[in-house]
């Protein structure tokens, strides 16, 4: 470490810097006890004088203050004690292994949310990665069928682009709720997380899939894994997007029907909670309320050494000091 690194250094007594404030003192009262001490005479001329006001050695006296002065100052330094501190810090983490089983149906692409449902869910999933650094988070995209967008992983920038990269269309369409908690209840089936965690997000009904529902929740529960499941969607009507004969899409006021009794099923039997999201604002207050239910158990240990340093600044101010006695007594003797 660089003695002069100020940002990684600290003080046993930093109250001693208040004595920086003498040092002009010192130094006024010092060079006007010289001049009340200096002789005069009258002169009719000082022509005599002029040459021997412009040396080197006249115009250089104020190095003997200048070297006073730092030698002062590097002695204060001294004196509160400069100190390097090593901190070592064990971090312990129970991390909790998550998986976001995110409904990408055409529905999801309904305008009761800002710009759409699943544009806001992918928003709020992010933010909710991005405040969980400690904890292993894999993904699962579901409709018509279901799929792993991302294995469980730490690594948040590749979580999070392969999140990006999720849109409505990529898999057969239809609300398979089944599937989509069946394929997450395999990322987390051979996890050795003290907890394991679901967040099942749909706005629909279950109306496909090879699994169904209650058997997914069974296997949920046979695993001991908790799931949290959010119903997204307006009360009433939502601006929906509607294919018609030709393949052209139109937006179509639609009742909102999300099986609500369902997800509060699958909830409550596996120790999980049943949200509704109706806006942007209320999804991101329940990705929250999660987050806060589910806290990561991180134990830091921190160990302080502290290094002294004051040596070196002693010798410095002390080399100072020595240097102004040497030149006072040498080069600059003529001088009083």
Known sequence: ??????????????????????????????????????????????????????????????????LRALSMVFIIIALARPQSTAINETIKSEGLDIVLSMDISGSMLAEDFNPNRIEAAKKVAKEFIENRPTDRIGLVIFSGESFTQCPLTTDQNVLKEQLSNIKSGLLEDGTAIGMGLATAVERLRSSKAKTKIIILLTDGVNNSGLIDPITALEIAKAYQIRVYTIGVGTMGTASYPVKDAFGNTSMQQMPVQIDEVLMKKISSETGGKYFRATDNNSLNKVYKEIDHLEKTKIEINSFKRHAELFFPYALIGLIFLFLEIILRNTYYKSFP
């Open 1 to 66: 470490m660089s003695f002069f690194d100020f940002k990684h250094i600290t003080f046993a007594f930093p109250q001693l810097f208040i004595l920086l404030l003498i040092i002009p003192f010192i130094l006024y009262f010092q060079h006007r006890s010289k001049t009340k001490n200096k002789s005069t005479f009258l002169i009719s001329t000082n022509e005599g004088f002029k040459k021997n006001a412009s040396t080197f050695k006249i115009k250089s006296r104020f190095i003997l203050n200048l």
